[in-house]
């Protein structure tokens, strides 16, 4: 899962991207304000963490374009304000969550799950779930109706990516924005050889949820 972290706090935001790193979320981080919009504007996350006290271009800013953007990623905001009114503010920006610092890392976890809980089915915080394929987050394992395996971490990744938009035309640009990276330059027949690999194991896991070409656009994830 893809995350964006905007913190000006370089301590602060390096921590916090060894523990999410560490929790298998990929993590883009920058400093300010301005980048944060232009990372922000490519919607290629599936969560943004955004502190309100940025240089160059302030976090409810940041917010207010992207949403005017048409970016709907779920964002929590990071302030070391603790007032009724920021809050107030976050929320009435577009803002779907937020945490005054200090907080636990832990309880920022928590809020991300919650938030990637509503992307798609999860039977609880380790299972996503669609049709008769259920993955397991933290080890990886994809189990179909008789069998079940361990996934590479791109594999994971791409699998993942679709189970949280079933039926759902993934591009071949996005995917490689969301699993490569923005600054990426791996090509379509990386994805290729990728998907690939997943029909195999979906087969092998005797699945009748597969992933079909959709020519010239992309891929999408949806029952045989």
Do not use: H
């Amino acid at each position: 899962m893809r995350l964006l972290l905007v913190e000006d706090e370089i301590q602060l935001s390096e921590a916090l991207n060894q523990i999410l790193i560490k929790n298998k979320y990929v993590v883009d981080a920058v400093y300010n304000g301005e980048d944060g919009l232009d990372y922000g504007l490519t919607d290629i996350y599936d969560v943004i963490v955004l502190d309100i006290m940025l240089p160059k271009l302030n976090g409810l800013e940041v917010l207010k374009r992207l949403r005017k953007g048409n970016i709907k990623t779920p964002v929590i905001l990071l302030t070391a304000k603790g007032e009724i009114e920021d809050r107030v503010k976050g929320l009435d920006s577009g803002a779907d969550d937020y945490l005054a610092k200090p907080f636990a890392t832990e309880e920022l976890l928590a809020r991300l799950r919650a938030l990637t809980r509503r992307q798609g089915e999860i039977i609880n915080d380790n299972i996503l779930e669609v049709g008769d394929i259920k993955l397991n987050i933290s080890s990886y394992e994809l189990e179909g109706p008789c069998n079940s395996i361990k996934l590479s971490l791109k594999e994971f990744e791409i699998i993942r990516c679709f189970m949280q938009r079933p039926k759902t035309i993934v591009t071949k640009d996005e995917l490689i924005s969301k699993i490569w990276g923005y600054d990426s330059d791996a090509e379509y027949n990386n994805i290729e050889v990728y998907i690939s690999f997943l029909r195999k194991k979906l087969n092998y896991v005797n699945s009748n949820t597969g992933i079909t070409t959709v020519r010239g656009v992309g891929y999408k994830l949806e029952e045989n």
